[in-house]
């Protein structure tokens, strides 16, 4: 399996199944629809008005040379390895929700603006140590463990986030475990104070903030109704330069209100952010700022518009990351992570303030998905058994799709959203996925030249 495009006058052709990524001339990028239905004289015949029959030649023994070298329309490799799959998963990491409770009432907010459809609660220290006993004992021989501090607003229980790192690291050191924390936040509470624990203990830090001031105003609003960006943004940018403008991401989304979204990745670079990542906003179409199957057109060019500048400032040395366009071509995820994705329901869990375990955090409050509870030995092997079987192959319509082992299958909790089914995924994501690899390989592409 092959899938061409062309991108910013490159011309990108991706072998499916051995990874293989061409940069290729027009030539023998017409070619490609023709060499595997007809052969080399039908093919010159064919093109003989366009062409010569010597451009015709050359084109036609390069892709003739990369078929048999392995590299262009090679076999499935792995359809083999997933029928004899019987992979055994340890916990590698945890979300805390440390805090059921927000001091922002955003719109799109798919945890019901902090209550995950229940009471506003905090997390205890209590269940916060029982969690990464739990995480230590179910972590088999893993050695390094990940916490993610999450909400909800985690700096609204901060006292309780130390007391967990506190734990982790002593229970860690017994136990021969390394723990390795996250956390994310709207920014409302930052100071100086927390600022200087995040940074002597977090790894990550992810902040809110979904671009320019009118568009973050008009969905990340306080309990007031009033907008949090000019509070915020001096926050965020102390914080990033404090962190070196490494090991963070400010993390936006953009709706159907915004489809313009280029710009606000831009702004958010403009402002000085090196590290960024604007999502789409996963919504029912009920909602009016849900994105639509319409809107694709649009939402294509302004990832091939965002991509082109990103390319432009990249050359100019004044580059920035933005998440979905970074990709390894060199060293990329290991095969079990290309088939099955995340690890969630098994690799990755996440724990309530009132200690009860579900797959990931966007499962929490769906009580056919809870797993278990800290407090006891309960933990649904059934449940952990349905995700970890879970890969591109048992996904029907990922089977044929020539982005599978980028994307992974895909967020189950997206598929379970719109399908009621983890192995049925959400097709406008897949769509927009599967454009932004192909902004992503030509942006390597292009570095490459």
């Not at 490799?77 to 019987?86: G, I, K, M, T």
């Not at 229980?157 to 860690?172: H, L, M, Q, R």
């Not at 001031?213 to 949090?228: A, F, P, S, Y």
């Amino acid at each position: 399996m092959i899938h061409k495009f062309s991108i910013n006058g490159i011309n990108i052709v991706v072998d499916v199944y051995s990874g293989a990524v061409h940069m290729v001339d027009d030539i023998v990028y017409e070619l490609l629809d023709y060499y595997m239905k007809m052969n080399k004289d039908a093919i010159i015949a064919l093109f003989k008005n366009k062409y010569s029959e010597y451009q015709l030649e050359e084109a036609y023994n390069e892709i003739e040379e990369l078929h048999e070298n392995g590299l262009l329309y090679t076999d499935d490799p792995y359809q083999d390895y997933v029928d004899l799959w019987d992979k055994q998963s340890v916990v590698k990491a945890l979300c805390l929700h440390v805090s059921h409770d927000c001091n922002l009432r955003c719109k799109y907010c798919f945890a019901s603006t902090g209550s995950f459809q229940g009471d506003r609660l905090l997390m205890s220290g209590e269940v916060g140590k029982k969690a990464i006993d739990f995480v230590i004992k179910n972590s088999g021989k893993r050695r390094n463990i990940e916490i993610d501090f999450f909400g909800g607003e985690p700096l609204m229980n901060f006292d309780v986030v130390k007391e967990i790192v506190e734990y982790a690291k002593k229970e860690g050191a017994k136990a021969g475990k390394t723990f390795r924390f996250t956390i994310t936040t709207n920014g409302l509470l930052l100071n100086e104070d927390i600022k200087n624990y995040i940074n002597s203990n977090m790894s990550n830090v992810v902040l809110s903030l979904d671009g320019t001031k009118e568009v973050n105003d008009d969905m990340r609003i306080r309990i007031n109704g009033r907008g949090c960006y000019d509070d915020i943004v001096p926050k965020f940018l102390d914080i990033a330069q404090s962190r070196g403008q490494d090991n963070y991401y400010v993390r936006g989304t953009f709706t159907r209100k915004n489809l313009n979204f280029a710009k606000d990745v831009l702004h958010l670079a403009d402002l000085g952010f090196k590290q960024t990542s604007v999502e789409p906003v996963v919504a029912p179409d009920s909602e009016e700022y849900a994105l639509k199957k319409e809107d694709l057109p649009i939402l294509y060019s302004e990832y091939e518009k965002l991509a082109v500048e990103y390319l432009k400032r990249k050359k100019e040395q004044k580059g920035f990351n933005f998440f979905h366009f970074m990709i390894d071509l060199s060293q990329g995820p290991c095969v079990v992570k290309r088939l099955s994705g995340c690890g969630s329901g098994h690799e990755y869990l996440a724990v309530t303030p009132e200690g009860d375990i579900y797959p990931c955090h966007q499962f929490v409050g769906h009580q056919n998905f809870k797993m278990g509870n800290v407090f006891t030995d309960e933990f649904n092997t059934d449940i952990k058994q349905l995700f970890q079987k879970s890969n591109v192959y048992t996904k029907e319509k990922c089977k044929e799709c020539w982005a599978k082992f980028y994307c992974s299958g895909g967020c189950p909790a997206n598929a379970y959203q719109f399908n009621k089914d983890i192995n049925e995924p959400y097709l406008l994501g897949c769509e927009l996925e599967k454009k932004r690899i192909e902004c992503a390989l030509m942006i390597q592409a292009a570095l490459a030249i």
